[in-house]
């Protein structure tokens, strides 16, 4: 079975990732643009960047094959 790390798109398109660490105060997941220009807590990326949809970024299974088609 493969791992799940949570993920959430901004309303421009960028990806943000969990990076497993959560802010002190408010206890809210500190997520990280993709690629690492911007990083804060949930409602401080809400505030600056937009609303966020929530999604999953899965890593398969050693051997498997990669999905086809709908990109």
Do not use: F, Y
């Not at 079975?1 to 809210?28: C, F, N, Q």
């Not at 911007?38 to 401080?44: A, I, K």
């Amino acid at each position: 079975m493969g791992a799940s790390i949570p993920a959430w798109v901004d309303d421009d398109g960028r990806l943000w990732i969990d990076t497993g660490h959560v802010h002190p105060k408010t206890g809210e997941p500190i997520v990280e643009l993709l690629n690492g220009h911007s990083r804060g807590s949930l409602s401080w990326v809400r505030q600056h960047h937009g609303e966020l949809r929530q999604l999953g970024v899965t890593k398969l299974p050693d051997g498997a094959e990669e999905p086809r088609g709908g990109r």
